[in-house]
C-alpha cells in the first residue's frame, strides 16, 4: 500500500495507493468537514489539484446519518469526488463540539450539537460508520485527553485508546485503510508505548494525534520528531491537524507524510492570506534547507510566504493581484482591492477567492516540498 | 447603436452595441449589486454566457465610494470584467434602503445604510458616479413614487422624473449611453405623457420604471403592453427589476428587449430553485407560442418550469441531478440530495450551486426566446 520512493536525510517521498488512485506522499489533505470544503465544489477541488480529501464522520454522522449515507451510496457518490478520502473516527469532534459528552471503556456518549439528540459512539460504531461513508483511509476510535491534561489522564487516555484500536481492527471493514493513532500527551514514554501498542496490533499507517491542541510549538516538534524516529519505516505517518507552513515543512523534514488543518481554509474565511513570496519552487527549496539545517521555525516561515489581513484598510486601493506566483487563476485575476471590498461588503464570492489562494497554497507548498525530497 | 434584426409578431430580435461589445437582444442581465454576482465570478458570469451585468450606483456610491471607483479605474477592471456593464441611477435604492431619505427639486439627500453618512444625489451627481464607474449603459436619475401611490404623487414624480431627464442628458458623460425611465403608476395617461416627454428629449433607450412593485400582475401587463407600443422602435426598451420566467416571455412577445431582476439570484440563496420541464428549445418555443396567442401567465409558467424548495425533506435521498436539461455542469453534476444537504447543514457551496442553476435558467431562457423570434 505504501511505497518509499526515496529519502532526503529524513523526509520521505513515497507512494499511497487507495481504492480510488495513487497519492504522491508528502501531501496535505483540504477538510472538506460535512462533504464539502466550505465555499468549494469537487470540480474546485480538483482544479486545485488536491490528492484526497478528509471529510468528518461526526458532521456526517448527524446529516445525512448513518442510514442516510448507506442509502445515499456512500461519501464518493454523494459529493461526486472519485479521488481517495480519508474520514476522521469522529471522536475528536464528539470530544469538541458536544456539549455533553460520557466516556467510559465501551464508548463516548453525547448529545448532537445540532437537535441535542443523544448517539453513543464507539470503536464498532466509528468502523460501521467509516464504512457507510465509504472512506478509503479510516481512522482508529480513540479517547482523546484535553491540551493540558496530567500525566494520569493522558497514560489512561493512551491506554484505553490502545484497547479501542485493537476493537477497531476487529471490526473494521477491510475494503478500507485503518491507521492507528498515537496519544500520550508531550510524554516520550507515553508516546513510545503507544507507538509501540499500535504496531503490535498492525495498522496501514500511524497518526500522531493529541498534538497541535495548545501545547508550545517546541515540545510538538520534539515529540513528532521522537515518534518519526520509531514509527514503522513502511508505512505512512500522519500529523494529525496541523499546521501552518512553517510547521509543514519541518514535519515532512523529519519524516512525516500526510497532513491536514483548517488553517488555510478557515484563516480564508476571516480574510488572512497565505501569499508567497518569490518563486513557490525557490521559497520551498529555501525553507526546506532551512528545516533540515534544524533551522529555527520563525526563519522557515520568513522564506515562505507573508500572512497578511486582506479587510485592512490598506488594501483599499491596492490593485495587485491578490498573488502573482498562485496556482489559483483567480489570485492572478482578482486585485487586493477587489477581494478586500469583497470582504467589506459581505459578499460570498469573498470566501471563495480567499479560499481558492490559500489551499492552492498549500497545495504548491506539499508539490514543491516532494520535488525538494526528489532531487 | 441599437439594430433591430428581426420581428416575430411584436417580439423583437436585435442587436445592441456597447463600449464592451455587442449583445443580442432581448437578454437578461444578472445583478452584479455590489461588482460581484452574489457568489459567483466575473469568470464564472462568463461561464453561465452572460452578455451584460448589471450593478448598483447606491451601493458602489457607499464603497468604494466615487473617487474610490475613479482611482480603481471603473468597474469593468475592478471586478475583472471585459463585457457590457449597466448601472442603474441609485434613486431606487435611495428610496428603498435607505432609512432616512428626503426628495426635493434638487435631488435626494439620504443617510447611508451601512455608516449613516449623509449624502445628496442629484441627477447631476448620479451622472457623475456612474461616469466614474464607467458602466457602457446608465439609467437617468428618477424621483421614485411608492407602490400603490396617488394619481397625483403618481404624476409629480413622473413630472419631476421628466425635469431629472433633462438634467441628466444635459450633464452625463457620451461616452456612455444614457436612458430615460418612464414613470406614472398604473395610469396609461401618466405613461404616455412620460414616455412622449422623454422621447422628445431622446434618449439611447427607454425604460419602463415603477412597476413589479407589488401592484396586481395584470396592471403590469397592460402598462407594459401599453407602452411597448408608443415607445420609439429605433430604440432597446427595458423592463427594469422583472421578472418571473413568464413574465419575461409575456414582455418579450409584446416587444420588450432589456431585463433585470434579483429573482432567479436570491430565490437561489433561498434554496427556491427553477428547473426545466423538458428540453429548453421544445418549454420555450411552447412557451413564446402560448404568450403570442394571449394565453393565461399561469400556462405559460407551466410549460417552462417547476420551481422547487429544495431544503425540504422530500429532497432528502433524492439521487437525480439538480437538472438534467440545464447548461451549468454543476447542475448536471451533483445531485437534489447533495445540494438540500449543502443548504441543511449551512454550507457556502450552496449559495453557489442554487445561483449557477437559476441563473443558467434564465440565461438559457433568453436564448431560446431569441432563436423563436428569428425562426
Not at 162 to 181: E, P, T, V
Not at 342 to 359: H, P
Request: hydrophobic share 35%; aromatic share 10%.
Amino acid at each position: 500500500m505504501y511505497t518509499l520512493k526515496n529519502k532526503k536525510g529524513r523526509a520521505r517521498r513515497g507512494v499511497l495507493e487507495t481504492a480510488h488512485g495513487s497519492i504522491q506522499t508528502p501531501f496535505f489533505m483540504p477538510i472538506a468537514t460535512k462533504g464539502a470544503v466550505k465555499s468549494l465544489s469537487s470540480g474546485d477541488m480538483l482544479d486545485l489539484n488536491a490528492q484526497i480529501l478528509l471529510s468528518n464522520t461526526y458532521h456526517l454522522l448527524l446529516r445525512p446519518g448513518s442510514e442516510g449515507m448507506r442509502k445515499l451510496g456512500g461519501l464518493h457518490k454523494f459529493m461526486q469526488w472519485d479521488g481517495p478520502i480519508l474520514t476522521d473516527s469522529g471522536g475528536y469532534q464528539v470530544f469538541s463540539l458536544s456539549k455533553m459528552n460520557k466516556t467510559d471503556e465501551d464508548g463516548v456518549a453525547f448529545a448532537s450539537h445540532v437537535d441535542g439528540r443523544k448517539i453513543k459512539l464507539t470503536p464498532e460504531g466509528s468502523m460501521a460508520m467509516q464504512s457507510s461513508i465509504g472512506a478509503d483511509i479510516i481512522m482508529q476510535f480513540d479517547d482523546v485527553a484535553a491540551g493540558n491534561s496530567t500525566r494520569e489522564r493522558y497514560q489512561e487516555a493512551m491506554e484505553r485508546s490502545l484497547r479501542w484500536a485493537k476493537r477497531c481492527k476487529d471490526s473494521y471493514n477491510h475494503n478500507q485503510k485503518l491507521f492507528g493513532i498515537v496519544q500520550g500527551g508531550t510524554h516520550e514514554d507515553l508516546r513510545e508505548q503507544s507507538a509501540k501498542g499500535l504496531s503490535d496490533i498492525g495498522f496501514d499507517g500511524y497518526a500522531i494525534g493529541g498534538l497541535s491542541v495548545g501545547e508550545d510549538r517546541e515540545h510538538t516538534f520534539r515529540i513528532t520528531k521522537f515518534l518519526a524516529n520509531i514509527l514503522p519505516e513502511d508505512k505512512p505517518r500522519y500529523f494529525m491537524g496541523g499546521g501552518m507552513p512553517e510547521e509543514i515543512v519541518y514535519y515532512v523534514s523529519v519524516g512525516v507524510d500526510m497532513f491536514d488543518c483548517v488553517l488555510p481554509t478557515r484563516n480564508a474565511r476571516h480574510g488572512t492570506l497565505f501569499l508567497w513570496k518569490k518563486d513557490p519552487a525557490e521559497a520551498v527549496k529555501e525553507a526546506f534547507e532551512l528545516a533540515q539545517d534544524g533551522a529555527d521555525d520563525s526563519r522557515i516561515a520568513e522564506a515562505l510566504y507573508q500572512k497578511i489581513q486582506i479587510t485592512k484598510e490598506t488594501f483599499g486601493l491596492d490593485q495587485e493581484v491578490i498573488d502573482p506566483y498562485s496556482d489559483s487563476p483567480t489570485s492572478k485575476t482578482y486585485t487586493k482591492a477587489y477581494l478586500r471590498h469583497l470582504f467589506k461588503t459581505g459578499e460570498l464570492l469573498a470566501q471563495r477567492l480567499a479560499t481558492m489562494q490559500n489551499l492552492s497554497f498549500y497545495m504548491r507548498l506539499m508539490k514543491e516540498l516532494r520535488a525538494n525530497i526528489e532531487n
